[in-house]
């Protein structure tokens, strides 16, 4: 079969750029290995900057995101058992809304069925083709049958393990991983602040997320070889009072749904292009969740490949070429933020002198002490939060 774009990957990445597509009139399939069952059920990522939130809107892709997503004005910042708001529309006059990875995807896939998108699930052995050649090809799986589909171009959206990018010769990539995981769990209670709070605690991170105003969102830093089976759901609890714990104020408690741990990693390829493929977000980049950067970052890129395959389309190829720069140049940006963030707000336990931990810990209070004190710092921290421009 033919088709004008072959999508690898039904993440966030790949469902958004075929909206893009099919809304200027390009043709595409989106080949996902895993079910449907299992896309709609992965729980990541839940917030989305402003211009993540406009190019929804302008696709009018927004309606669940209008109805169930919480716009929120700023941040906390926590240490040393105080906690300082940082108001982002006062800062740089942005906001970010809270809306789950989950529901995103599900709102892209009822669109899909709507308009009668071509996505293949349990799509397995994809393999890109004919690259470096004007008549690229994906071959794969699909229904106990070997499938060949004909394209003008490849889009790799399959994640940090897919396929693609690996099939780029000579690719290179700069990465790091960090000492800590986060232990991440969903509870059905309504959350205990209005906005995000992000709190270094001598015992390690702290993070009060949420979902909607029933379900809520805590995060806590654990050591990247911990397993979950260590972790009750009593003894999360305890660890989230004493690290969240601030006079005056209560951290309501309920049922545990889910609970997982992530390990940190920052990784970054040396290109998103190789001939006539394109990798989009985590194919190309992952970040540490601290700056909650990750689904932003895919959502920018789909943004930036979007519009330059429609140029390619009507004959402009410059966009297309200039796409892997502009993409990576965004995304070093992101990964220093989101570095940042990460090393603020994380005890290192890792550092075996006692007098070198306190040091760094000692410092990190020094760096959110200055953060929360400057208008200078906090209007930077805002806008990289609230997302740079694409
Ligand atoms: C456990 C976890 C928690 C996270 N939490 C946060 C968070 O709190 N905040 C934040 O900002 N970010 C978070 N992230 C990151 C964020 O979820 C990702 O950045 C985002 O999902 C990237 O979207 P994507 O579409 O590029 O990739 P993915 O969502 O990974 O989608 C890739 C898709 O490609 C499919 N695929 C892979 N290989 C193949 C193949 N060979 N053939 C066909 N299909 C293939 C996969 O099954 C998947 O459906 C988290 C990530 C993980 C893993």
């Known amino acids: 079969m033919r088709t ?9 990445a790949g469902l958004l750029l075929g909206h893009i597509l099919h809304r200027a009139g390009i043709s595409f399939t989106i080949l996902e290995q895993k079910s449907r069952e299992y896309v709609l059920g992965r729980i990541r990522a839940g917030v989305l900057e402003q211009g993540s939130v406009d190019i929804l809107r302008e696709l009018g892709l927004d309606a669940d995101l209008a109805e169930r997503g919480l716009t929120h004005h700023g941040i906390h910042l ?40 071509d996505v293949r699930f349990e799509a397995t052995d994809a393999v890109p083709h004919g690259l ?15 499938v060949r589909i004909d394209c003008d171009f490849v889009v790799g959206a399959d994640g940090y393990h897919g396929v693609c990018r690996p099939a780029i010769p000579g690719i290179r990539a700069w ?14 209670v309504p959350p205990s602040t209005d906005d995000l709070i992000y709190a270094l605690h001598p015992d390690g991170f702290a993070m009060h997320s949420m979902r909607s105003l029933e379900v809520s969102r805590l995060y806590l830093q ?25 006079p005056g104020w209560m951290l309501q408690q309920g049922t545990i749904t889910e609970k997982s741990i992530t390990p940190m990693r920052s990784f970054v390829a040396s290109t998103l292009e190789h001939g006539r493929l394109f990798l989009v977000g985590d194919a190309g980049h992952i ?26 389309t009507r004959g402009d190829e410059r966009p297309l070429r200039a796409y892997s720069g502009s993409a990576l140049a965004r995304q070093w940006k992101v990964q220093q933020f989101s570095q940042w963030m990460t090393e603020m707000l994380h005890v290192h336990r890792d550092v075996a002198d006692a007098s070198a931990r306190e040091f760094r810990y000692r410092s990190q ?26």
């Open 4 to 12: 004008q774009v072959a999508i690898i990957g039904a993440g966030p």
């Open 78 to 117: 926590q240490y040393e058992g105080q906690r300082h708001h940082l108001d982002f529309v006062d800062l740089v006059g942005r906001t970010v809304s809270i809306y789950g990875q989950q529901a995103l995807v599900a709102h892209l896939l009822r669109e899909h069925d709507r308009i009668g998108s």
């Open 132 to 146: 470096e050649t004007g008549t690229p090809s994906v071959a794969a799986v699909h229904e106990g049958r070997e």
């Open 175 to 188: 990465e790091r991983s960090y000492p800590y995981a986060w232990l991440g769990i969903l509870a059905d």
């Open 222 to 246: 654990v050591d990247p070889g911990e397993s979950i089976d260590d972790w009750s759901d009593a003894r999360i609890w305890e660890a989230l009072q004493a690290r969240l714990g601030v």
């Open 287 to 312: 970040v540490p969740p601290t700056g909650a950067k990750g689904l932003n970052s895919a959502i920018a890129d789909v943004a930036l490949l979007g519009r330059a395959l429609v140029a390619q």
């Open 365 to 390: 209070v020094g760096q959110l002490e200055y953060t929360v004190g400057s208008r200078h710092a906090q209007a930077a921290l805002a806008e990289q939060y609230a997302g740079l421009p694409f």
